[in-house]
């Protein structure tokens, strides 16, 4: 059976109501794809965060002009140290609420950012799970692993899963390390063998090992699901011209 050598399953890292999906299966999608997964809820607070960014900025820079105020009365004996020590403790109470609303505007823009749900990778899009207007669930808030929005593959590259008898497996082996090719009957092409996996199957009794095939599908004709037959060379035997056995 043909089938993708690396699937990759797309989440969002964003909980609420899908905005835009407009991937279909089959679709090619590249890294620069991306799909609006989540409510304005995270525009609305990276708005406010950065309201109160400003607002901390604006009670900084006037406690910084009161103290500067404060050491000229200091000076002139207008006020006393403890007022005087209160105002360089409301400077210091200004600048950790302005470093603290840095942070939260930051972890707003990130969470803005988690609501576009991109293509980890150039491919094609195998199914779709979900539907414009869902309500999604995100896989760092969901105990249960979060919604699953699509599979993606890259089909430039397949492989053939075949399946052998253990009894074949000894000679397989042996043939694989002495690079032997295997034959793929839908193209009539020569592949390499990629990989005898190491665990076996148990299929009506009978024990057989996977086996791995990779080939080119740069035109895409090949489609992960496809049946197809493959026969392999373990020993070869050349015809003598000089009469002998």
């Known amino acids: 059976m043909i089938e993708p050598v690396r699937t990759v399953e797309i989440k969002s890292k964003a909980s609420g109501e899908i905005l835009e999906l407009g991937a279909a299966p089959a679709t090619r999608c590249n890294v620069a794809r991306c799909w609006s997964a989540s409510t304005h809820v995270p525009a609305h607070r ?10 901390a900025q604006a009670k ?3 406690a ?13 004996a207008w006020i006393n140290q403890a007022d005087y020590d209160q105002l360089v403790l409301n400077v210091a109470t200004a ?9 939260a505007v930051e972890n707003a823009r990130i969470a803005l950012d988690d609501t576009e749900v991109r293509a980890p990778s ?15 669930s995100s896989p760092t808030m969901d105990v249960g692993g979060g919604t699953l929005l699509m599979t993606m593959a890259e089909l430039d590259q397949v492989q053939v899963r075949a399946r052998v008898d253990e009894t074949d497996i000894a000679s397989w082996r042996r043939a694989w390390r002495r690079h032997q090719r295997g034959v793929v009957s839908r193209q009539a092409l020569r592949r390499t063998i990629a990989k005898i996996e190491p665990q076996a199957i148990v ?25 197809v037959e493959a026969s392999f060379d373990v020993a070869r035997r050349e015809k003598r011209t000089d009469g002998g056995p």
Not at 95 to 103: F, N
């Open 64 to 76: 910084r002009g009161q103290l500067e105020r404060g050491e000229k009365l200091l000076t002139n």
């Open 60 to 62: 900084l820079v006037n």
């Open 203 to 227: 299929e009506q009794n009978v024990t057989l090992f996977p086996v791995l095939i990779s080939l080119p599908n740069e035109e895409r004709l090949l489609r992960p699901g496809m049946n």
């Open 122 to 136: 150039d491919g094609t899009i195998l199914s779709k799970r979900v539907e414009r207007g869902q309500v999604i």
């Open 95 to 103: 600048e950790s609420e302005v470093v603290t609303a840095k942070v």
């Open 46 to 55: 990276f708005d406010q965060a950065v309201a109160q960014s400003k607002a």
